[in-house]
């Protein structure tokens, strides 16, 4: 409990004692995190007012029917680790879009073979789609963007081969190159460009709350439910 009440107090500023209790103001916390996620990742347009209310519920009930969860309205473990599962997506698009800015007037040809030990621009640009693909495609791994191809890209470009169906060298080919960015320019004509997910840049990148740290993805401890509350002499109002 004191892990959860320190990254509501960093993420969300919601100045809780670390008392290692979940009294009344920890779960409000928790609530307003939760319907934080909700409107980020769902479009929910909820309230963030800390209260478990019918709205509330019902946007969990929907989402829980779109993921294929169990529609009870509670946020037990399998719908807290899928909504922070996509609401961890979803800021890592946002950087990968923001990143990405700086490739949009480049040349996107094939560059001839990359492999390990290759380096410089268009590593990077194959590692940047990579990591875009890695966002939707749980079995290719996310990497660095450093324009060094070394043992992890060359990881990635094996699982990507594998995902394809092509041959497993590791090795950057022509075909690798195409399927790699046939797949990406989908996502970004879709995903990334789309102005209404992603706003444009206003120079400020949007806070990550959950990516800095594992113990933003740990499950609070107690389901969270329609009227759920602790006895406010558990924790001392602030």
């Known amino acids: 409990v004191s892990t959860v009440q320190k990254w509501l107090n960093s993420a969300y500023g919601a100045s809780l004692e670390i008392d290692g209790i979940c009294g009344q103001l920890t779960k409000k916390a928790l609530i307003s995190a939760l319907q934080t996620i909700l409107n980020d990742t769902y479009g929910a347009g909820l309230d963030v007012d800390g209260i478990f209310g019918s709205r509330t519920e019902a946007s969990v009930r929907a989402f829980q029917q779109i993921f294929g969860l169990e529609d009870d309205g509670i946020v037990g473990k399998a719908t807290w680790y899928e909504l922070v599962r996509l609401y961890v997506a979803v800021n890592r698009l946002a950087e ?21 030990g290759s380096r410089g621009d268009k590593v990077r640009h194959l590692q940047y789609m990579l990591s875009v693909l890695a966002a939707y495609i749980n079995e290719i791994p996310a990497i660095s ?4 191809y070394g043992a992890e890209t060359e990881r990635a470009v094996l699982a990507a081969q594998r995902w394809f169906g092509l041959p497993q060298t590791g090795v950057a080919d022509a075909s690798t190159w195409d399927e790699i960015y046939d797949q990406f320019s989908g996502i970004e004509n879709t995903t990334l460009r789309n102005a209404e997910q992603f706003p444009p840049n206003t120079g400020t990148l949007p806070r990550n709350r959950y990516s800095r740290t594992t113990t933003m993805t740990q499950f609070p401890g107690n389901d969270l439910r329609t009227g759920s509350q602790d006895p406010v002499r558990q924790e001392a109002p602030r």
């Open 145 to 148: 963007v450093d324009g060094i």
């Open 96 to 116: 990968l879009r923001s990143q990405g800015q700086q490739f949009y007037s480049i040349n996107w040809e094939y560059p001839n073979g990359l492999t390990v």
